[in-house]
């Protein structure tokens, strides 16, 4: 692994890219042998950053969560990030763009837990009986490197391209929702962008949440209970413009309505 100095001084570089809102090269172009432990390791210094001048994590989310993803960067298991309440904004509201550089959305089912989840081998029904409630969610990313272009450990590094996310429609108990078959519209100005189904996300949204507590088992942690957790895009990321309308349709669950100004 990187040594303390240089994990800071890789935090130091995206820390910059994300407070100022400009791009930057891969991480792995400087660090070639760069590993994804040391990429977590730039989230750990990130967030404890972000905590020190007053912000607090409000959840975690799963990234490269579909097939089509996973296959397209050569990766088997999905990337996780860091939600802080600066990132969050109101359902209906607007979207300041001066602090985005090239932002797409994702919609996405958020799960919150009433239970305690840890260790490995858990189970779909596992995850179910410790969900208060899911609810949708769509999530901003905005990768900071420059033209879009980059690695699993670069992203990892940029905490899994997270800018900002909005919740809305209505909490449902997940025991009464087929959670693989959950439709989704993504509309953009009023005009359909996407199309997509929840089994999109590794067959079921649940095993996001699985392959999240084995991470964290990994690292000698557990998903407390209360936590609120992003299981990643069940269509593909649709980019945004200003003065961009966007609303997410979700079958039996409604929908999440914003701007960008």
Known sequence: MLDVRTIAAITDRIQHAQDHVHTLTKVTDEHPSMSIEDAYAVQDELRRRWIARGDRVTGLKAGLTSKAKMIQMGVNVPSFGIQMASMSRPENSAIEMDGLIHPRVEAEIAFVLKDELQGKGLSIEQVMAATDYVVPAVEVIDSRYEKFKFDLVSVIADNSSSARYVTGGRPRDPRELDLRTIG??????????????????????????????????????????????????????????????????????????FRFA
């Open 184 to 257: 989704v519209v993504i509309e953009k100005n009023g005009e359909i962008q996407a199309l997509g189904a929840s089994a999109a996300v590794l067959n079921h949204p649940a095993n996001a949440i699985i392959m999240l507590v084995e991470h964290l088992a990994a690292r000698g942690e557990s998903l407390p209970a209360g936590s609120f957790v992003m299981t990643g895009g069940i269509t593909e990321a649709i980019p945004v413009a200003r003065g961009d309308n966007i609303t997410a349709r979700f079958q039996d669950m409604g929908s999440v309505s």
